[in-house]
């Protein structure tokens, strides 16, 4: 299993930016990808972005390309998500999380609140 850690989020106004942070431990040799979804009230939890271990591919969803940046720092086994053009509809609770061969753990989530 593979402990998760976000940090990073807060409130933000319109136009600004933010960094996400999510600190990996435990099984973290396993990993073969990470990234992140985010949930608004109410909604579904949706796919955000990812990035490969081996690699560094990365993935976007359409929403938040050219926008969000995901990078990752192997040796302090971290990924980061950093926000631009943050914008009202980003408000959500963000969620890290790590895949396995097998199984897929999940952070506690971190909120971020984009005021208009």
């Known amino acids: 299993q593979v402990q998760l850690v976000e940090s990073g989020g807060g409130l933000v106004q319109a136009g600004g930016s933010l960094r996400l942070s999510c600190a990996a431990s435990?099984?973290?040799?396993?990993?073969?990808?990470m990234g992140w979804f985010r949930q608004a009230p109410g909604k579904e939890r949706d796919f955000v972005a990812a990035?490969?271990?081996?690699?560094?591919?990365?993935y976007y969803a359409n929403s938040v390309k050219g926008r969000f940046t995901i990078s990752k720092d192997s040796v302090q086994n971290t990924v980061y998500l950093q926000m631009n053009s943050l914008q009202p509809e980003d408000t959500a609770v963000y969620y890290c999380y790590a895949d396995s061969k097998g199984s897929r753990d999940w952070g506690q989530g971190t909120q971020v609140t984009v005021s208009s």
């Open positions: 435990g099984r973290t040799f396993s990993s073969y990808a």
């Open positions: 990035i490969k271990w081996s690699g560094g591919t990365t």
